[in-house]
């Protein structure tokens, strides 16, 4: 009787200093925890199960992908994780519009954990690099608005846009084929970009319902989670649960906005017009709109309301830490001094706007709080340099210790050159090949190939 007893003290004690080590996620985690949420009844102590480390997430275009993305690079670092990233002659993207090959990864970057860069999705090359466990995850945004950004954003590169009289976002509209070429570079900016990203075919009719229908379920077997960008805070309560991830992990500032200035209403009529033109997109926002608020309902509406305000507090709580008390203000990149937090600007009359570190957070922040502060406002050029840099000098490290047959068998796999015909310099963008794709698990080329400034540039 006594052993149990004494069993039970041990368990008692271990527990408790399971939850103050974790320290701030204990109230949060009760408070929900207090709620009835499903996903937490059978684990309420997210502590004691493992965080899921290995994600792909397909980082589509203007659907706040940015903001997600800088989220996992974070996770990454702080769990001493390999992000796979692109090799130099790609620039900070997977060489994008080409479809995704594992011979567009950095092989001082495997085997990777996350991959998160831009890419035009192939499943079959992801699940050859990638560990078998990984889950897969996109973000989606309503197709009005995602498109009026698309067209201010590539108006000065896509040629689709610029061909149109007064950057008119109403005449394009008005007759999408007079200025459209399917089969010309950047033209996946112009049309269905979100299928285009997940592999699909971005011009197959509106009429051909068999091939869209098959898409979206193609799409929807593959992804475990699809986050919506207009819920992006529930959808990150979502995200969570499925990774077993703590509220810290979700945090998050906002990446790569434009000014007000920069963006137009749209005038009646318009967002219909933008849907019948997007079909595909359409078809894909709809069914994956509804699936995540099917997911939110089985979580609990109470439960998924309580932890977005949770999340809310502890976001409004780092940022009273890393701006000095108050909130961050927006800069134009020419008021930003350090340049390594410079967001990439597009040109014409777009403006992106980024954050500045106050001249005196230095003084009594520890050089953990300074970096965490940093990299949460970081862009994702920079940031996917510092990234290469960092990995790079541990795989330098990790490899002078092994032997030539001690290297992973996917660094074998992969460690080779770039074919000649993709050795491009970005000054000089290869001829777009011809189109083949068939849908999410197509390894098929392109219909397009990146434009100089798409490929140092920030997209979302």
Same mark, same amino acid.
């Given at each position: 009787? @006594?052993?149990?007893?004494?069993?039970?003290?041990?368990?008692?004690?271990?527990?408790? #200093?399971?939850?103050?080590?974790?320290?701030?996620? @204990?109230?949060?985690?009760?408070?929900?925890?207090?709620?009835?949420?499903?996903?937490?009844?059978?684990?309420?102590?997210?502590?004691?199960?493992?965080?899921?480390?290995?994600?792909?997430?397909?980082?589509?275009?203007?659907?706040?992908?940015?903001?997600?993305?800088?989220?996992?690079?974070?996770?990454?670092?702080?769990?001493?994780?390999?992000?796979?990233?692109?090799?130099?002659?790609?620039?900070?993207?997977?060489?994008?519009?080409?479809?995704?090959?594992?011979?567009?990864? $950095?092989? $001082?970057?495997?085997?990777?954990?996350?991959?998160?860069? $831009?890419?035009?999705?192939?499943?079959?090359?992801?699940?050859?690099?990638?560990?078998?466990?990984?889950?897969?995850?996109?973000?989606?945004?309503?197709?009005? #608005?995602?498109?009026?950004?698309?067209?201010?954003?590539?108006?000065?590169?896509?040629?689709?846009?610029?061909?149109?009289?007064?950057? #008119?976002?109403?005449?394009?509209?008005?007759?999408?084929?007079?200025?459209?070429?399917?089969?010309?570079?950047?033209?996946?900016?112009?049309?269905?970009?979100?299928?285009?990203?997940?592999?699909?075919?971005?011009?197959?009719?509106?009429?051909?319902?068999?091939?869209?229908?098959?898409?979206?379920?193609?799409?929807?077997?593959?992804?475990?989670?699809?986050?919506?960008?207009?819920?992006?805070?529930? #959808?990150?309560?979502?995200?969570?649960?499925?990774?077993?991830?703590?509220?810290?992990?979700?945090?998050?500032?906002?990446?790569?906005?434009?000014?007000?200035?920069?963006?137009?209403?749209?005038?009646?009529?318009?967002?219909?017009?933008?849907?019948? @033109?997007?079909?595909?997109?359409?078809?894909?926002?709809?069914?994956?709109?509804?699936?995540?608020?099917?997911?939110?309902?089985?979580?609990?509406?109470?439960?998924?309301?309580?932890?977005?305000?949770?999340?809310?507090?502890?976001?409004?709580?780092?940022?009273?830490?890393?701006?000095?008390?108050?909130?961050?203000?927006?800069?134009?990149?020419?008021?930003?001094?350090?340049?390594?937090?410079?967001? @990439?600007?597009?040109?014409?009359?777009?403006?992106?706007?980024?954050?500045?570190?106050?001249?005196?957070?230095?003084?009594?922040?520890?050089?953990?709080?300074?970096?965490?502060?940093?990299?949460?406002?970081?862009?994702?050029?920079?940031?996917?340099?510092?990234?290469?840099?960092?990995?790079?000098?541990?795989?330098?490290?990790?490899?002078?210790?092994?032997?030539?047959?001690?290297?992973?068998?996917?660094?074998?796999?992969?460690?080779?050159?770039?074919?000649?015909?993709?050795?491009?310099?970005?000054?000089?963008?290869?001829?777009?090949?011809?189109?083949?794709?068939?849908?999410?698990?197509?390894?098929?080329?392109?219909?397009?190939?990146?434009?100089?400034?798409?490929?140092?540039?920030?997209?979302?």
């Amino acid at each position: 009787m @006594w052993q149990k007893k004494i069993f039970l003290i041990v368990i008692a004690v271990s527990t408790v #200093s399971l939850l103050l080590h974790h320290g701030g996620h @204990w109230s949060w985690t009760m408070e929900a925890f207090n709620l009835g949420c499903p996903a937490l009844r059978s684990h309420p102590f997210p502590g004691l199960k493992p965080k899921h480390h290995n994600v792909v997430f397909l980082k589509t275009h203007k659907t706040a992908s940015s903001t997600m993305q800088n989220l996992l690079f974070r996770f990454a670092e702080r769990n001493n994780l390999t992000v796979a990233l692109p090799i130099q002659a790609c620039g900070h993207q997977f060489c994008y519009a080409r479809t995704f090959t594992s011979h567009f990864v $950095h092989p $001082h970057t495997l085997p990777p954990n996350i991959i998160t860069n $831009h890419m035009r999705f192939n499943k079959a090359e992801l699940q050859r690099l990638m560990p078998n466990d990984t889950i897969y995850i996109t973000i989606l945004r309503e197709p009005s #608005s995602m498109f009026e950004s698309l067209f201010s954003y590539y108006n000065q590169y896509c040629q689709s846009f610029k061909r149109v009289p007064n950057g #008119s976002l109403e005449a394009f509209l008005r007759e999408p084929w007079r200025y459209y070429r399917p089969d010309e570079k950047d033209s996946m900016y112009a049309r269905n970009t979100l299928t285009f990203d997940l592999g699909g075919d971005k011009d197959r009719p509106a009429t051909d319902v068999m091939y869209a229908r098959a898409f979206v379920a193609e799409v929807d077997r593959v992804f475990s989670l699809v986050m919506i960008a207009e819920y992006f805070d529930e #959808s990150l309560v979502l995200l969570r649960h499925l990774l077993s991830w703590d509220l810290d992990d979700i945090l998050y500032l906002k990446l790569n906005m434009r000014t007000q200035s920069s963006k137009r209403s749209l005038t009646p009529g318009l967002p219909a017009k933008i849907r019948a @033109w997007n079909s595909l997109d359409a078809r894909l926002y709809d069914h994956f709109n509804a699936s995540l608020w099917h997911q939110l309902s089985a979580l609990g509406t109470d439960c998924v309301a309580r932890e977005v305000r949770l999340l809310r507090q502890a976001q409004e709580r780092l940022m009273r830490s890393c701006f000095g008390g108050g909130m961050p203000l927006l800069r134009s990149a020419a008021q930003i001094k350090n340049k390594d937090l410079r967001p @990439w600007q597009p040109g014409g009359k777009v403006d992106i706007v980024g954050y500045e570190l106050p001249v005196n957070f230095s003084r009594g922040v520890s050089s953990q709080a300074q970096e965490l502060c940093l990299k949460l406002i970081m862009p994702e050029v920079q940031y996917t340099r510092v990234l290469l840099r960092s990995q790079s000098l541990r795989y330098r490290r990790v490899y002078q210790l092994r032997t030539p047959r001690q290297s992973h068998p996917a660094q074998q796999a992969i460690r080779t050159a770039l074919p000649r015909n993709l050795q491009v310099h970005r000054s000089q963008p290869p001829p777009a090949a011809a189109s083949a794709a068939q849908g999410p698990a197509s390894g098929s080329a392109s219909t397009s190939t990146s434009n100089p400034a798409a490929e140092t540039q920030e997209h979302k």
